[in-house]
């Protein structure tokens, strides 16, 4: 627009120099903090080729790095080790391929039945009691959890002492925790998934499920020819995104929900715990960034290979 | 749904809606799972206001033997630390949210410019991140060595400041409430870049700067997990953390009340413990429990925008 209202090209061209520049000026405060937060410590990936010693002449992190033995893949050696790093990949996978299944089909479930209500206002309150608990914070969750696990005072095994059970030692018994933290889980996150689907279902226009019906469709056959494929791009890019994040865990809920109980590791480490734990009790620092380089170099194939896969069988629904 | 609904329903006719005892079902399920969300809070709430002697008989029940306020009456007249932790909460929410949301601005702003050069590097810049990181402790070094972010409230603001995915939503969001040509027109007119953005573009942009402005402060009132890394001095601490600090040691807050010697051996004493860690998870969630019904729709308005591809 402006090239064509000045006679000549000169001024068109310095105006959209300053554009340029003014804009980017704009994109500074961000980009500054990608590269000095998420770029920047990208470096710092050497530390897991590294037995990282405080250089006591000058102690900084860079002559720490500098002055450090270089070890190799020693590191990861080590972390493979123990039998603790096969309890933590285990658990990490084993758990994330469950949620993974386990959301998609009980928030599009959810999804499903709450739009088939025609109650509208029951409806709204249901999704509105859904969503609360992914507002709070997995340390207020963990009080909640502890107030029916208590082993002196919890609801439950007060429950089981007066039906003369013998009460189950909640906090020092690994057994019960797969349940538990899967519960805790989707107790969590299902009202969001579920409101996610639920945008996409009410965005159906209503006509199809007219043309379904007076074709003589069922209910059933009208969610699974209409409602199911209008949910699947949704469905497929929430499935990419969580399998990119296979290899991550929710630090949160596995740190706080089992309040940090050793006996319980077993089936609550997993690798961001064991990062953390390697970092900051163990002081570690070799170790951990090695688990978490494993873990960045895992998930980045994982998101690529889950991409690609979805973009050769349906172009539409992948992420990038 | 509204659509749905409406067509369906009203006017007394159900065509082409469920049964109705197919209905009835549907609402147990789905009311029985509505009901397991909220119960854990009012469960927390009637212990709250149970006697300690009544916990000691029953345990943690949702009928108590005894009411009592005793647990608020202590959380209060402990509160030093609490006050403390409320202010940090409070502040760091605010000003992490207030600096937050005008970076988000401005950098999606340039995302959403499609004559802006470098817009592609940049939108490539901030989604790698997404895909892959330094790690835990690399960041953590860089933070904390580097960048100076150790105990102080910079170490519980900057390291949330940017978020890759609220760039992509907001981006959205300028795409579907900014035309273009009012962008050239304001050019036309003379205005520059910034007061274009600020004068022009934002107060159309409202709802959706709503809605990163409540995801950025809901995060920030939720965090912990910064306390946990860079933060040492009981001072700075907020009250997520200080709540996981309770857990462990039930004394923590006590000891942190300002009350000294006898007094303060008084005040352990009398500590009503377990009733107290729950009327501080109480005082900790009302504001969320009260303020989110009025805000979930900005948020609701956000996340799905934000995953819904272009």
């Keep these: 627009m402006a090239k064509s209202l000045s006679p000549n090209g000169t001024l068109a061209r310095r105006r959209f120099n300053t554009k340029t520049l003014v804009l980017t000026t704009m994109a500074l405060p961000g980009a500054i903090w ?207 995104l969580s399998v990119g994040r296979i290899f991550n865990a929710d630090f949160g809920l596995f740190y706080q929900v089992p309040m940090n109980y050793g006996p319980l590791y077993p089936a609550t480490q997993v690798v961001d715990t064991y990062v953390y734990r390697a970092l900051m009790s163990m002081n570690n620092i070799g170790m951990s960034s090695a688990a978490g380089l494993l873990q960045n170099v895992v998930g980045f194939i994982c998101i690529m290979v889950a991409n690609s896969i979805v973009r050769r069988v349906d172009p539409d629904s992948s992420l990038f | 749904m509204e659509r749905l609904a409406g067509k369906r329903t009203w006017g007394g006719t159900r065509l082409g809606a469920v049964s109705v005892p197919t209905e009835i079902i549907l609402h147990i399920l789905v009311g029985l799972f509505a009901f397991i969300c909220i119960l854990p809070f009012i469960f927390t709430v009637i212990i709250s206001f149970s006697s300690e002697a009544s916990i000691r008989e029953v345990g943690y029940y949702f009928i108590p033997i005894e009411w009592s306020l005793k647990a608020y009456d202590t959380v209060f007249d402990l509160g030093l630390q609490l006050y403390r932790s409320f202010f940090n909460s409070v502040f760091v929410s605010v000003a992490g949210t207030a600096i937050s949301v005008l970076i988000c601005i401005l950098y999606s702003y340039v995302l959403y410019r499609r004559d802006y050069k470098y817009k592609k590097f940049f939108m490539f810049f901030s989604f790698f991140t997404m895909l892959f990181g330094g790690g835990l402790a690399p960041t953590y070094m860089v933070c904390k060595n580097l960048l100076g972010l150790n105990n102080n409230y910079a170490a519980l603001i900057v390291p949330l400041l940017v978020s890759p995915f609220n760039f992509i939503v907001m981006r959205t969001f300028f795409r579907n409430a900014v035309p273009e040509a009012l962008i050239e027109s304001a050019s036309i007119d003379g205005s520059g870049e910034y007061r274009t953005l600020f004068q022009i573009i934002v107060p159309i942009s409202l709802p959706g700067i709503a809605t990163i402005a409540l995801l950025n402060m809901l995060a920030y009132w939720n965090e912990w997990f910064l306390s946990l890394l860079y933060i040492r001095d009981n001072e700075l601490i907020p009250l997520q953390y200080m709540l996981m600090r309770t857990q462990q040691q039930v004394e923590f807050m006590v000891n942190n009340s300002g009350k000294t010697g006898p007094e303060l051996s008084e005040a352990i004493r009398n500590l009503p413990t377990d009733s107290f860690r729950m009327a501080l998870v109480v005082i900790i969630v009302v504001p969320i429990a009260f303020a989110y019904p009025f805000f979930q729709r900005y948020i609701i308005s956000g996340l799905t925008i934000g995953a819904v591809k272009e």
């Excluded at chain 1, 208590?150 to 013998?166: A, F, H, R, V």
């Excluded at chain 1, 909640?170 to 969001?192: C, E």
């Excluded at chain 1, 019906?213 to 059933?220: F, L, M, P, T, V």
Aim: contains cysteine; charged residues 15%; hydrophobic residues 50%.
């Design chain 1, 34 to 240: 990608l590269l000095l937060l998420r770029y920047l410590p990208m470096f710092g990936i050497v530390l897991s080729f590294q037995d990282y010693k405080i250089y006591t002449k000058a102690p900084s992190l860079i002559n720490n790095i500098l002055h450090s033995k270089w070890v190799g893949l020693e590191n990861f050696k080590f972390l493979f080790a123990t039998t603790e790093s096969w309890v933590m990949i285990r658990n990490t996978l084993g758990y994330n391929a469950l949620w993974i299944v386990l959301g998609i089909i009980f928030a599009v479930a959810f999804a499903i039945m709450i739009s088939e209500m025609t109650t509208k206002f029951a409806a709204k309150v249901y999704q509105t009691l859904m969503f609360f608990p992914y507002f709070l914070s997995w340390v207020v969750v963990s009080y909640f959890v502890y107030a029916f696990l208590s082993p002196e005072k919890g609801l439950i095994t007060n429950l089981q002492k007066n039906m003369d059970l013998d009460p189950t030692q909640w906090y020092s018994d690994p057994r019960p925790w797969p349940y538990i933290l899967t519960f805790a889980y989707l107790w969590k996150n299902l009202g969001y998934s579920c409101i996610l689907y639920l945008a996409t279902i009410t965005g159906i226009d209503s006509s199809q499920y007219e043309a379904a019906r007076i074709d003589g469709a069922s209910k059933w056959q009208q969610i699974r020819y209409v409602t199911l494929p209008h949910l699947r791009p949704m469905i497929i890019i929430l499935f990419i």
